[in-house]
């Protein structure tokens, strides 16, 4: 049973003004949901319907396939949906020693959220993203990620500030970078990825150590990769 | 100026039981629309609004904003649209002495067009489809493909007949593949991509002669990469 009350404050959460105001954010599907539940976010409430036979280590409420419905964000609703509490940004994080990403302005929650899946696929656990980063907890985002959110420190930040006091190589891709697979790539740098049309921001270029290009085959009707593309190349590449 | 008539023509174009019926398709946008004109696309018509600034090798139609927005498929529609003949299908297709692409019902139209530009990239022109695989003349396909589909032969088969006539080495990623990175990858060759949650039919898998895995990071919440993610690194990996 739910109320009607809940179901507006849930279908609400599909709206990023009502995310940031209530503080939380929904998650459907059982991989997902038991992603979070198993990790260190901090659970509201956990629907399912009769359909959901599999067993979750948290308390959930039976809804009907037809409220299921009009809370879910999803074209195909599924049969579990979890209302997650935004925990407090961390102010302060570690990109000492390691892999980071650096997302400026990436636009899409696709291709943000499969940045991530593949970030965590290839061990990273740390990006820092431009506050004109979409929104993580958009649900788009977090589906695409396929639950891989929960394990990556993800930080909003001014990039300029952040880069200028990294002490690292810096990596960006350029046109008229060097061939990424004749380079000598080190494991504790930073790797810069920019939004979808217009690259990396001019603010930000000035501060990448090592350009890089990724080849391509001659003059192709394609005249870039897909950002989520480009990463899982690079990074494939950093740790091959 | 555009009639109502042809208005309802075109809208219907956006569903695929209309393009199929009518042999035609949808492209917006200058670069792709333009990449349509420079090809062997035969176009039916192309409209344009008093937006549009750039010149077109073709005689266009001029619109109001608000027609574009009528028969426009797009959330912000484009100040160029092109109607576009859906040419007969090619029924013999050379894939020998080159590396080609073979897609088991990959589902998501935008995976399928970022596989189209990806494969573009990497100079792969011949991509062989299971017949379930998502129509190339969706829009969300085309404008994925970011121009690249008119320079690829793309074409729909049985995979089994085609895989059972085909002569070189035949891969595909699986969990017990062996570690690409450490592979010696032959570039006349066809490379298998699986459907997004179901990887590689039984059916197709029993004709890879090698079972690639690309290495995760250790035990990660990503069970997988998305397939045009998978298909960017493995691409690149034949390539580099």
Not at 18 to 27: A, E, G, H, L
Not at 152 to 178: A, D, M, R, V
Not at 202 to 210: A, C, G, L, R
Request: aromatic share 10%; glycine share 6%.
């Amino acid at each position: 049973m739910i109320s009607t009350n809940k179901i507006k404050q849930i279908k609400l959460l599909h709206q990023k003004k009502y995310r940031q105001q209530n503080k939380q954010f929904v998650v459907e599907g059982y991989k997902i949901v038991s992603d979070v539940v198993n990790s260190e976010y901090n659970i509201d409430e956990i629907y399912v319907t009769s359909a959901f036979k599999e067993t979750i280590d948290f308390d959930t409420i039976l809804i009907s396939a037809k409220e299921m419905q009009r809370i879910s964000g999803l074209k195909t609703p599924n049969n579990i949906l979890a209302v997650v509490n935004i925990p407090e940004p961390k102010q302060k994080f570690d990109s000492s020693n390691k892999l980071i990403l650096c997302l400026d302005s990436i636009q899409d929650p696709g291709n943000f959220g499969t940045i991530i899946r593949t970030a965590n696929w290839f061990g990273i656990n740390t990006i820092v993203c431009s506050p004109d980063t979409v929104e993580l907890y958009n649900q788009k985002v977090l589906q695409s990620t396929m639950g891989a959110f929960v394990e990556t420190q993800i930080f909003y930040t001014n990039l300029e500030e952040f880069l200028s006091n990294y002490k690292g190589n810096i990596y960006g891709t350029f046109l008229e970078g060097e061939n990424i697979y004749k380079q000598n790539l080190r494991q504790e740098a930073c790797i810069i990825m920019g939004n979808e049309g217009k690259g990396i921001n001019e603010k930000i270029s000035k501060y990448v150590t090592h350009k890089l290009y990724i080849p391509s085959a001659g003059k192709v009707k394609a005249e870039s990769l897909n950002v989520s593309t480009a990463t899982a190349v690079i990074l494939s590449e950093f740790r091959r």
